[in-house]
Every structure is written in C-alpha cells, then in structure tokens.
C-alpha cells in the first residue's frame, strides 16, 4: 500500500470541515445577490466558493475511501500536526517577539537569524554568525540607511 492510499491523521475531519466551511461561504456569497445575474457583484464570490465546495466534497469523498491509519486519534492528529521542530521554532519566534522591545529588532533579529540558520543548515556556529551579521548588515543598511525606517533599539542599549 502506497503511503497516500492511508489516510494521515485528521485528513477525514479536515475534509469535512473544509466542505462546512466551503458551503457557509457559498451561503453567504448568495446573500451578495443571490442569481439574478452574471454581472451582479455576487458572482465571483459564488464561483469561488462553488468550486471550493465541490473540490472540498472531492477530496471527502476520497478520505471516505481510504482506510483509517493506525495513529488518528487526538494523540495521533497532534503529533502530526505538531512535531518538535515546529513547536520549538515556534517557541524561538515567540522568545524573539518578546526581546524585541528589551534588546532592540537588530539584535533580536540577529539572534534568531543565528539559532535558525545554525539548527536548520547544520554547518557549524561559524558560518552561521557570519550570514547572520551579513544579513543584518544587509537589513540595516536597506531599511535604516536606504528607506530611513527607524528600527526599535530597545530599552537595555538606552
């Protein structure tokens, strides 16, 4: 059995919810207008969320096709949708989000740039650092120079 001839965990209720959610805009969209018309302001809405509604029912349909995988519980739809990687990435965005207002969006964007390009490139803390300052020089120099954007410094460097 083909990898995508089981189905991933969540796909079903996805599927299903997609299809709600496609006819509620359909819905919607109708209430613009309604049909009186092709020129009326209604019908693009309408076609837009016809055709999210039938390519919504044509992948339930499929999903109703494929057997369950062995993993679809809830454990099963949360490991899925968030290994570790993410869920640490997204931490590391939120850290960064929080120091910009203490150490300035240079330094807290020079930081995440390090840890980023250092755990997804894997070639050492070196190279790393180097593009990290790299871009940040290049950062600076566009929007502080160039543009004169005032960038936060922070309020540890006042």
Known sequence: MKPNDTLRPGERLFALLLVIFAGYAFWESYGISGFRGLTTGGVMPMLASCVM???GLVFLSDSLRKPRAPDSGLAGVIAYLFPLRVVLFTLLV?????????????????????????????????????????????????????????????????
């Open 53 to 55: 509604l039938l390519t």
């Open 94 to 158: 939120a850290i960064y989000v929080a120091a910009i207002p203490s150490v300035g969006f240079l330094s807290a964007s020079g930081g995440l740039l390090f840890l980023t390009i250092w755990a997804l490139w894997r070639k050492g803390p070196i190279p790393a650092l180097l593009i990290s300052l790299l871009s940040i020089g290049a950062i600076y120099v566009l929007f502080r120079v160039v543009f004169q954007v005032v960038l936060p410094i922070g309020s540890l460097w006042r």
